[in-house]
């Protein structure tokens, strides 16, 4: 952590994996650990997967009969990092991520009183895993759709692991998290939380 800057900063990850709890997943353990990388930079929070809620599709902030996004979305408002955790199916992420990105898109809509995004100010990262290859891919898809919607993005936001084409292997059935991975995660979370806290002491201007 930044001996000089002690800021408190709080974020949320959004876990894109298709199957709802209890079900052991690769994108929760990778956000989880994501997480703790980011609690040793002062960061807290905490993992939302998203398969557990009932997010309408939609492009609106309210798509109303019990969307569950409104509270999520309250959530990420109220935090200084968005961490989206998605598998890989087909190539692509998730379609799950594809549906968070969808209601993201309504924050191209919502300004505060200078005319900014709401969603300004905020840093976002992603974190992938997969059984083939596609990670960078995956990443730039997300990188674009969330810097579309207002947040900003630190070198090195992603980490990710891949495994060997054509195999069942999954990331959360390693014995243990592969050192490249780590590593990625550590600085995934040091540029992240740097950014983040800069963002926070000197906004971005009205435009």
């Given at each position: 952590m930044d001996p000089n800057n002690h800021t408190p900063l709080r974020a949320v990850a959004l876990v894109c994996t298709l199957c709802p709890s209890p079900t052991p997943s690769g994108s929760q353990l990778l956000a989880e650990q994501t997480m703790a990388a980011l609690a040793e930079h002062g960061v807290t929070g905490k993992t939302i997967r998203i398969a557990d809620h009932d997010v309408k599709p939609g492009v609106k902030t309210d798509?109303?009969?019990g969307d569950?996004?409104?509270?999520?979305?309250?959530?990420?408002?109220?935090?200084?990092?968005l961490i989206l955790s998605t598998p890989i199916w087909l190539g692509h992420p998730s379609s799950i991520a594809q549906r968070v990105?969808?209601?993201?898109?309504?924050?191209?809509?919502?300004?505060?009183?200078?005319g900014r995004l709401l969603t300004y100010g905020k840093a976002a990262a992603v974190c992938v895993v997969g059984n083939e290859d596609g990670a960078h891919k995956v990443s730039a898809d997300l990188f674009q759709g969330l810097n579309d919607v207002?947040?900003?993005l630190a070198p090195n936001a992603v980490t990710y692991w891949v495994g060997e084409a054509m195999q069942g292997t999954e990331?959360?059935?390693?014995d243990k998290t592969p050192q490249k991975?780590?590593?990625?995660?550590k600085t995934l979370a040091a540029n992240t939380a740097h950014l983040a806290r800069r963002l926070k002491a000197a906004p971005f201007p009205a435009s």
């Open positions: 798509m109303g009969d569950a996004w409104p509270e999520i979305r309250d959530t990420i408002l109220g935090c200084d990092i990105l969808e209601r993201l898109n309504a924050e191209i809509s919502e300004t505060d009183n200078e207002g947040f900003s990331y959360q059935d390693l991975t780590a590593a990625t995660t």
